[in-house]
């Protein structure tokens, strides 16, 4: 059984080990915005046709972000797999958009991305990590409680109609 469990760690991290996160840039607003709608393409019947629309935004959308605050990419064989980005709000960095595409999914993209927002978070001196989430997203909720965030009964409460609840991961106790 260990031998198993080593074979399964070397592949693991053989898997992971192409994947590399970097800074977006303008140019990459198109293959995001493609990224998104095709992370959230399979949940599109849950969502209302506007809170859908605030979710996989359009390449413009994006470029605007990367203006505001910083987008990351997670990056396999030349391809963007995964992107989160982030915006500071008072002493905590929400991260107000994380998506990982369906076939990459269980390779640690997404905690890879989180932990350079929280790297961030941490340079940056921010308290905590604020993020809001549809009830829906199982698997984005496990990774985020699996990385420290805890539900709070901060809003937003919904997205066009579609409801959220908001998590905080705190980073800093420093005030």
């Known amino acids: 059984m260990t031998g198993e469990r080593e074979t399964m760690t070397s592949l693991l991290a053989k898997i992971t080990s192409n994947i590399r996160i970097r800074l977006a840039r303008e140019t990459d607003a198109e293959a995001i915005s493609s990224l998104l709608f095709d992370s959230f393409v399979e949940y599109k019947s849950l969502y209302n ?3 859908f629309a605030a979710t996989a935004i359009p390449p413009d959308q994006i470029a605007s972000r990367i203006s505001e605050g910083p987008v990351w990419i997670a ?3 030349e391809r963007i ?8 709000k008072g002493d ?5 958009g994380m998506a990982v595409l369906p076939g990459v999914r269980g390779r640690r993209t997404g905690e ?5 927002v929280e790297q ?3 340079m940056g001196g921010f308290r905590r990590m604020l993020l809001s989430t549809t009830p829906f997203l199982d698997r ?5 409680e699996r990385f ?3 539900r709070t009964n901060e809003g937003p409460h919904d997205l066009f109609g579609t409801p959220l609840f908001s998590m905080e991961k705190v980073i800093s106790n420093k005030l």
Not at 81 to 88: D, F, K, L, R, Y
Not at 92 to 96: A, D, E, K, M, P
Request: charged share 15%.
């Open 148 to 150: 420290g965030f805890r």
């Open 81 to 88: 797999v995964g992107t989160a980005s982030a915006i500071p």
């Open 49 to 51: 046709p506007e809170s």
């Open 75 to 77: 990056v396999a064989d």
């Open 120 to 122: 961030f978070a941490l």
């Open 92 to 96: 905590s960095l929400y991260v107000r």
């Open 112 to 116: 890879r991305l989180l932990t350079t």
């Open 140 to 144: 984005a909720i496990h990774l985020y």
